[in-house]
Nanobody, 125 residues
Framework: QVQLVESGGGLVQPGGSLRLSCAASRSIFSSSTMGWYRQPPGKERDLVASITSGGSITIADSVKGRFTIFRDNNKNTVYLQMDSLKSEDTAVYYC???????????????????WGDGSLVTVSS
């Protein structure tokens, strides 16, 4: 069973920092693209940052220069370091894992997509 366990959310003042962690099942982590998405109140869920198994990174323009994503393959964990936080960063942050699962002997694959339960980040004075 695949699990994504998030931690590190909470209340922080504007300009402060937080680090989110997401521990994933060992069976899928090394081959997965890991990502962080966020959903502000009343809005849609959008990509914040992602990192492939090879280390390629995608960062949303809204957080570029303030947020960093990195992964520790020895700990099966992906992190989101959030600095210079703003009130508009307030949202529920979700960890995501995407990988392709082999489904037959011919090597056919299907795309798999797993989500964590979410971690609330509130930026407020």
């Amino acid at each position: 069973q695949v699990q994504l366990v998030e931690s590190g959310g909470g209340l922080v003042q504007p300009g402060g920092s937080l680090r989110l962690s997401c521990a994933a099942s060992r069976s899928i982590f090394s081959s997965s693209t890991m990502g962080w998405y966020r959903q502000p109140p009343g809005k849609e869920r959008d990509l914040v940052a992602s990192i492939t198994s090879g280390g390629s990174i995608t960062i949303a323009d809204s957080v570029k220069g303030r947020f960093t994503i990195f992964r520790d393959n020895n700990k099966n964990t992906v992190y989101l370091q959030m600095d210079s936080l703003k009130s508009e960063d307030t949202a529920v942050y979700y960890c995501n894992a995407k990988f392709r699962k082999v489904v037959n002997v011919e090597g056919a694959t299907v795309k798999m997509d797993y989500w964590g339960d979410g971690s609330l980040v509130t930026v407020s004075s």
